[in-house]
Structures are given as C-alpha cells and as structure tokens.
C-alpha cells in the first residue's frame, strides 16, 4: 500500500493544536465521510481506502496514512492538499 509520511512544525500550545486538529477531522469528515477518534495525542481517521493517524507533539505533527488501491493513484494530489492544510491550520 502507498503511504503517506508527513512531518509538520508548529508553534501552537497543545491545546490550540488539538482544536486545530478537531477542526481539521471535523471537515474531513463532512467532506469525505471519514471517520475519526482520540487515541491520547494521537487523532485516528479512517474511510474504505485511508487508513491514518496525526500524532500531536509540542512543536510537531506527525501525519501517516496508508491509502487502498483506488486512492493509490491520487496520492500526489492527496499529500499536496494535506501539507496545504497544515500550513494553513499551523503556520
């Protein structure tokens, strides 16, 4: 399965990066049917071809995801709008 390994720096307190990240599942959510968890710092989500996590840490993110057959061919385009998420949520 292609994957996806993204690592995110940020200056946001635990608290704020949490909310940003709910916020972040939230709309994955609404928009993809995704569905996700707490697990400690760690924020689980899941759908039929994605499978990952973003693990909260005091200056970085930690975003790993393993994408099904189908979603293989979009894993350019995929990562590229994650990392435009971050930045935007965390920069």
């Known amino acids: 399965m292609p994957s996806i390994d993204i690592h995110h720096e940020h200056s946001k307190t635990p608290k704020q990066a949490r909310k940003a990240l709910e916020d972040v599942a939230e709309k994955l959510s609404e928009r993809f049917g995704m569905q996700h968890e707490w697990d400690g710092d760690t924020l ?3 759908r039929s071809g994605v499978d990952g996590k973003i693990k909260l840490s005091p200056k970085k993110l930690h975003v790993t995801a393993q ?3 189908m979603l293989s061919m979009l894993k350019d ?3 590229s709008e994650i990392r435009r998420v971050l ?3 965390f920069d």
Request: proline share 8%.
């Open 44 to 46: 689980t989500f899941n």
């Open 67 to 69: 994408l099904g057959f």
């Open 87 to 89: 930045s935007e949520k």
């Open 77 to 79: 385009p995929i990562e």
